[in-house]
């Protein structure tokens, strides 16, 4: 990003995303419930049960292919379909193409989705290796990833093919090493690694973002439109997360979900810190949903809310796991409530922020495209029950509100605080309507959308502190404490490492900006804090001390905060009160 001029900086970072997915995709992918053991009758058959359900109507439109479709690359480099999943695939002049299975998606009103891999091999190579449905050939053949195919791939699978969505996976990049056994005999190429689980580096997370950038642009080449949604599926790791968001229309943030209370927060977790990063065109994404299996199945309806509670105030993608020819109605329900996925979809596209945290109970609260409307997840996490109580006042709302119940279609009036009794792993999921606390006021940390990370800082962070800090907080230090000025707590503020760059877009609909900035904690070091509006420096300070802003902002499209600080050197900044007004 330091290459480009400011102009080119902030129009990618607020410029076509949106038009790839303007809110979080929803849809329906067979991984979770079949693998590769996959066919086109079972991928027809859900996508009838989606019309015949009602969720093609309540939003689910991407059907997508996963692992297993491809049976070998050809000596030419194109990728062959595996006719015996995909009969339709068998062309009458003894070729092979997606097309016909893209053309009945398309003829049922769905957007079709494909899935490929960044790296040589796919995941099924490592580590479904008794599936029937592995690709072929020698080993050259077998090598069905994008790695050195990028543009004819992208060609065959979005142009020829017409796919809408693409899904891209990256075990090539890390499970293909020397010691495997499925390199040691022969079978695969040894690569890399450039990721290894659980040990982020930044050389090789540079080549990684270098790989998914190159993708993004042949998509871009082949597909202008930017009718395509690019889905990056890194598991969290080589730091994808602080960069993926100039590239892919979403991004996973954690390892592939299991069925588990457990594993389901901890893929929540891992979005739910990271409002910052996403938006309108780029979303965090914690996996496919889990409705239908294990601990979210129709014996764990509790549960089963909870997960789409959590999905939805974390403006995560929407896209169902199970065989919905299969899934109860119970949970069709629970999948199919307008109401909540009206609060995943909402246009304003702010993810929700934790604003409430104490042992098993946690609160986030989102920002919703109408005025003085909020929707709050309480949440408890745990296996007791418990009660949660809510100012008004920490959701920027005056004492009288009204409260919705998105799930029992219950509406009340509460007055100054909002009480609700949680029973074990239960989620309330609320609309909240009022006036706002502050009229004209808005905290930076409440419209998380309106942010883009230009830069994160985070190459002074070790690799221990890069698997578990966010270099962007709202409302909380990098590190995940407490968000602090000088010892003192700060309930409204977003938490920076120096050498960071945010934008905030503006649009010209505000008038001043206000905060007070400085280090979290007494630093020897010196501190450079910057803000300029539209590229124009309008404020500028340097000094350990925390320092006052107010800045007049009448017009300004954009509006930059910058910290510098001595290189190499880790320091963690409160921009406390971060505040726009109107």
């Known amino acids: 990003m330091r290459r480009l001029t400011v102009t080119a900086a902030l129009a990618l970072a607020f410029g076509t995303a949106a038009a790839q997915a303007p809110t979080p995709p929803m849809g329906w992918n067979p991984w979770n419930a079949f693998h590769t053991e996959v066919d086109e009758a079972k991928i027809m058959a859900n996508a009838e ?17 996963d692992d297993g479709w491809w049976r070998t690359r050809r000596p030419d480099g194109r990728i062959e379909v595996r006719t015996s999943m995909f009969p339709s695939g068998a062309l009458p002049d003894g070729s092979t193409s997606m097309r016909p299975f893209v053309d009945r998606l398309h003829a049922l009103g769905f957007k079709a989705g494909i899935y490929s891999e960044i790296g040589r091999n796919a995941c099924s190579q490592a580590w479904d290796r008794h599936s029937p449905n592995l690709p ?27 796919f809408d969505y693409m899904k891209v996976d990256a075990c090539g990049l890390a499970d293909f090493t020397p010691e495997q056994p499925w390199v040691r005999d022969g079978t695969h190429r040894v690569f890399g690694p450039w ?49 993926a968001g100039r590239y892919g229309s979403s991004w996973r943030t954690s390892p592939d979900i299991e069925p588990t209370w457990k594993s389901m927060l901890l893929n929540f977790d891992s979005a739910i810190k990271r409002p910052l990063y996403a938006g309108p065109g780029h979303w965090n994404d914690p996996d496919m949903l889990e409705l239908g299996h294990g601990e979210f199945d129709e014996k764990h309806l509790a549960e089963a809310r909870a997960h789409m509670s959590l999905w939805a105030i974390a403006a995560a993608p929407l896209v169902l796991g199970a065989d919905l020819t299969r899934m109860p109605q ?17 246009p304003a596209g702010h993810q929700g922020v934790t604003v409430m945290r104490a042992g098993d109970t946690q609160v986030v609260a989102r920002t919703l495209a109408a005025s003085g ?78 942010v883009r990370v230009l830069e994160d800082g985070s190459a002074v962070l070790s690799t221990a502190q890069a698997a578990g800090w966010v270099p962007v907080q709202a409302n909380a230090a990098p590190s995940g404490k407490p968000l602090t000025l000088r010892g003192a ?9 120096a050498g960071s760059r945010l934008a905030l877009r503006l649009d010209g609909e505000f008038a ?45 499209k954009t509006l930059e905060l910058v910290t510098r600080g001595e290189p190499g050197r880790l320091v963690e900044v409160a921009w406390a009160g971060a505040a726009l007004l109107r």
């Open 136 to 162: 072929e050939g020698n080993t050259a053949a077998r090598e069905i990833g994008t790695y050195g195919h990028q543009a004819a791939d992208v060609a065959l699978l979005l142009g020829e093919w017409g």
């Open 489 to 497: 707590a700060v309930a409204e503020g977003i938490g920076v490492l």
């Open 49 to 65: 049960a989606l019309r015949r359900t009602g969720l093609a109507d309540a939003g689910y439109r991407y059907v997508n292919m």
């Open 330 to 346: 119970a949970l069709i329900d629970i999948a199919g409530n307008r109401e909540v996925i009206a609060i995943d979809q909402d």
């Open 373 to 450: 409307q909020k929707a709050v997840a309480l949440v408890n996490r745990g296996s007791r029950p418990r009660t949660v109580t809510l100012p008004l006042a920490r959701l920027q709302l005056a004492p009288a509100a009204t409260v919705r119940d998105v799930w029992t279609k219950r509406e009340r009036g509460v007055d100054g605080v909002i009480s609700v009794e949680l029973a074990p792993r239960e989620t309330a999921l609320l609309l909240v309507r009022g006036r706002p606390l502050r009229p004209g006021h808005a905290y930076v940390s409440e419209l998380p959308a309106r």
């Open 512 to 556: 001043r900006f206000r905060s007070r900035v400085g280090a979290t904690t007494a630093t020897r070091g010196a501190l450079v804090y910057r803000v300029l509006a539209d590229g124009k420096p309008v404020f500028e300070h340097g000094g350990p001390g925390p320092v006052d802003i107010d800045v007049a902002v009448d017009g300004v």
């Open 195 to 243: 990721i290894v689980r659980g040990k982020p580096d930044a050389e090789s997370a540079r080549r990684v973002e270098a790989l998914y950038a190159g993708l993004r642009k042949q998509i871009d080449a082949v597909r202008p439109d930017g009718g395509v949604v690019l889905s990056i599926c890194a598991w969290g790791e080589a730091r994808v997360a602080n960069w």
